[in-house]
């Protein structure tokens, strides 16, 4: 082995950041590459809006499509510790994609939008995040404009989401009277625009946890203002808890402008000291393999195909869980047993380089496949044998009818369906009654995928109807009973045979919930 395995290991941090769309996700992304160097210049996140792309051949690709469905990953050394984030696509390329990115993930940077508060998306993510018990870390964006009070934002945040909070750090003024933020955490206040004054940055807090009395913003109200809102907190807020981060149960809260790139160093500083190294990976047989196991593995957590008709290859990404990638190395793959020699991976990095060598723990591969990987398989290698644990189905908020548009083509479509659904890359459902065929999603683009990659891969134009969104919830076999479907839900069973209903909506639901109490309704999450 070239290197110190758990050296290497231990300096990974992998993440992923977690955002309804518009908040700022893209923007901070592009500070905290910038802080790693791993780019020169911002704007190659999302190629589209300048027209500059990474010189990945995915990404290649991608630009060819004109739409982005790249959960890509980004890679940047910085104060010792090798940084690897995970995009998560929101907007009109929001999947299950984007939840199962989450699986692969030791950590979550939450951005809200501090004139919006936390939004639809966010929560949905947030609690994939919380269903992992992965720490959670808070960046209220945007103090460079009016938003909403900031003791406002903590307490909806805690609300909404039923997670304690912990300031580390909090806003003097905002909008255009923003001066800056008073640094719980490092005990320092941090200037907005130190020009403004003798140049200085910082100004260190003396024992009272003020600044000096001298100072001009020492008298001004929005200092004042935010010195008061501290005192509170100190008296009445959370304890500071660093196991707590750990596990989840508090989210540490830092203010700040990706914008006008204020507050985002202190922030990636901050959030690098406590984020987690990678941790052991938990099996299907309910063991854990440590990190530092010097055989590979990882699991697939995603699978991309390759919407372009002339390349069928596919990407599949996988989370190294123990040990070093070696490029050209043999593993196996678990379900079928069969070997592979990995010579094709690739690495997504907003830079230029395209193929990756080695990899360890804690980071992610991407290996071009022709058909044979799934998403949760397994890869190890030497004799290991190990299976990770299932990734979670997700409950799917979009549904459409599905037929194939020539009679004739029964068979590949049938096929098609039955490959597409077993990749995880779409729900399906039967109806009970007539076996009308049902497709579920969580994002539109999914559909999109399907009905392309159904025409390009199995040579079966499908005919998709919407339906709409609809609520769905299983309920036990024994409970089935053919009566209780009505016109405002649809029974169908999904491709374990399990049967559930889709409701209209949350109001047929409940509809349902009141006539039949017994009746025990599950959302998969
Ligand atoms: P994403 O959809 O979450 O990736 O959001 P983007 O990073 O693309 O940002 C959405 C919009 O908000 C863009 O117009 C950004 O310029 C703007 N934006 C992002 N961060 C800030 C900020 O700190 N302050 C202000 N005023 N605008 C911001």
Same mark, same amino acid.
Not at 361 to 380: K, R, S, V
């Given at each position: =082995?070239?290197?110190?395995?758990?050296?290497?290991?231990?300096?990974?941090?992998?993440?992923?950041?977690?955002?309804?769309?518009?908040?700022?996700?893209?923007?901070? %992304?592009?500070?905290? $590459?910038?802080?790693?160097?791993?780019?020169?210049?911002?704007?190659?996140?999302?190629? *589209?809006?300048?027209?500059?792309?990474?010189?990945?051949?995915?990404?290649?690709?991608?630009?060819?499509?004109?739409?982005?469905?790249?959960?890509?990953?980004?890679?940047?050394? #910085?104060?010792?510790?090798?940084?690897?984030?995970?995009?998560?696509?929101?907007?009109?390329?929001?999947?299950?994609?984007?939840?199962?990115? &989450? =699986?692969?993930?030791?950590?979550?940077?939450?951005?809200?939008?501090?004139?919006?508060?936390?939004?639809?998306?966010?929560?949905?993510?947030?609690?994939?995040?919380?269903?992992?018990?992965?720490?959670?870390?808070?960046?209220?964006?945007?103090?460079?404009?009016?938003?909403?009070?900031?003791?406002?934002?903590?307490?909806?945040?805690?609300?909404?989401?039923?997670?304690?909070?912990?300031?580390?750090?909090?806003?003097?003024?905002?909008?255009?009277?923003?001066?800056?933020?008073?640094?719980? #955490?490092?005990?320092?206040?941090?200037? /907005?625009?130190?020009?403004?004054?003798?140049?200085?940055?910082?100004?260190?807090? +003396?024992?009272?946890?003020?600044?000096?009395?001298?100072?001009?913003?020492?008298?001004?109200?929005?200092?004042?203002?935010?010195?008061?809102?501290?005192?509170?907190?100190?008296?009445?807020?959370?304890?500071?808890?660093?196991?707590?981060?750990?596990?989840?149960? $508090?989210?540490?809260?830092?203010?700040?402008?990706?914008?006008? +790139?204020?507050?985002?160093?202190?922030?990636?500083?901050?959030? &690098?000291?406590?984020?987690?190294?990678?941790?052991?990976?938990?099996?299907?047989?309910?063991?854990?393999?440590?990190?530092?196991?010097?055989?590979?593995?990882?699991?697939?957590? *995603?699978?991309?195909?390759? =919407?372009?008709?002339? /390349?069928?290859?596919?990407?599949?990404?996988?989370?190294?869980?123990?040990?070093?990638?070696?490029?050209?190395?043999?593993?196996?793959?678990?379900?079928?047993? *069969?070997?592979?020699?990995?010579?094709?991976?690739?690495?997504?990095?907003?830079?230029?380089?395209?193929?990756?060598?080695?990899?360890?723990?804690?980071?992610?591969?991407?290996?071009?496949?022709?058909?044979?990987?799934?998403?949760?398989?397994?890869?190890?290698?030497?004799?290991?044998?190990?299976?990770?644990?299932?990734?979670?189905?997700?409950?799917?908020?979009?549904? =459409? *009818?599905?037929?194939?548009?020539?009679?004739?083509?029964?068979?590949?479509?049938?096929?098609?369906?039955?490959?597409?659904?077993?990749?995880?890359?779409?729900? &399906?459902?039967?109806?009970?009654?007539?076996?009308?065929?049902?497709?579920?999603?969580?994002?539109?683009?999914?559909?999109?995928?399907?009905?392309?990659?159904?025409?390009?891969?199995?040579?079966?134009?499908?005919?998709? %109807?919407?339906?709409?969104?609809? %609520?769905?919830?299983?309920?036990?076999?024994?409970?089935?009973?053919?009566?209780?479907?009505?016109?405002?839900?649809?029974?169908?069973?999904?491709?374990?045979?399990?049967?559930?209903?889709?409701?209209?909506?949350?109001?047929?639901?409940?509809?349902?919930?009141?006539?039949?109490?017994?009746?025990?309704?599950?959302? $998969?999450?």
């Amino acid at each position: =082995m070239s290197l110190n395995l758990k050296e290497a290991v231990d300096s990974r941090r992998t993440f992923a950041i977690i955002s309804h769309p518009d908040a700022g996700k893209t923007t901070i %992304t592009e500070q905290l $590459l910038l802080f790693g160097g791993a780019i020169r210049q911002a704007g190659t996140v999302k190629g *589209k809006k300048t027209g500059n792309f990474a010189k990945s051949d995915w990404m290649e690709i991608e630009k060819q499509r004109g739409i982005s469905v790249t959960s890509s990953v980004m890679q940047f050394d #910085y104060d010792g510790k090798r940084v690897n984030i995970l995009d998560t696509p929101g907007h009109e390329d929001f999947s299950e994609d984007t939840y199962r990115t &989450l =699986m692969a993930v030791d950590a979550a940077v939450m951005v809200v939008d501090s004139a919006k508060g936390i939004e639809a998306q966010t929560k949905k993510l947030f609690q994939v995040c919380r269903m992992r018990g992965i720490p959670i870390f808070t960046f209220m964006n945007k103090l460079d404009r009016d938003g909403r009070e900031p003791l406002d934002l903590l307490a909806e945040l805690e609300e909404v989401l039923e997670i304690e909070s912990y300031p580390m750090n909090w806003p003097i003024g905002m909008g255009k009277g923003l001066e800056g933020l008073y640094d719980v #955490y490092h005990k320092r206040v941090e200037l /907005h625009r130190p020009e403004k004054y003798d140049g200085e940055r910082f100004i260190e807090l +003396n024992e009272d946890g003020d600044i000096p009395a001298d100072h001009p913003l020492h008298k001004d109200s929005v200092y004042t203002q935010a010195m008061e809102d501290v005192e509170l907190l100190t008296e009445a807020g959370n304890e500071f808890s660093e196991e707590r981060i750990a596990e989840g149960k $508090l989210t540490p809260v830092f203010f700040g402008s990706a914008l006008t +790139n204020f507050g985002v160093q202190t922030f990636l500083e901050t959030f &690098l000291q406590f984020a987690p190294k990678p941790s052991a990976h938990k099996t299907l047989a309910e063991e854990t393999v440590s990190p530092y196991e010097k055989e590979f593995s990882g699991f697939v957590f *995603k699978i991309q195909a390759n =919407m372009n008709p002339a /390349h069928r290859d596919r990407i599949a990404f996988i989370r190294v869980c123990s040990g070093e990638f070696e490029r050209g190395m043999d593993v196996f793959l678990e379900r079928t047993g *069969k070997k592979f020699k990995l010579t094709n991976s690739t690495q997504f990095m907003a830079d230029s380089r395209e193929t990756v060598e080695s990899a360890v723990a804690g980071d992610i591969i991407g290996l071009y496949d022709t058909g044979n990987y799934q998403i949760g398989d397994t890869l190890y290698s030497g004799k290991m044998k190990v299976a990770y644990e299932e990734l979670p189905q997700f409950t799917p908020e979009l549904f =459409m *009818k599905v037929t194939a548009k020539n009679v004739m083509k029964q068979k590949s479509f049938h096929k098609g369906m039955d490959q597409l659904v077993q990749e995880g890359a779409i729900q &399906l459902y039967k109806t009970i009654l007539t076996e009308d065929y049902i497709i579920g999603a969580v994002g539109q683009l999914q559909f999109e995928v399907f009905q392309h990659r159904m025409l390009n891969e199995y040579n079966t134009e499908v005919i998709l %109807t919407p339906m709409g969104n609809k %609520t769905a919830r299983w309920i036990n076999e024994e409970d089935l009973d053919e009566r209780m479907s009505s016109s405002r839900n649809i029974l169908v069973k999904d491709r374990y045979n399990q049967p559930l209903f889709l409701f209209e909506n949350q109001f047929a639901m409940r509809w349902f919930a009141d006539k039949y109490p017994d009746v025990e309704l599950k959302a $998969l999450l």
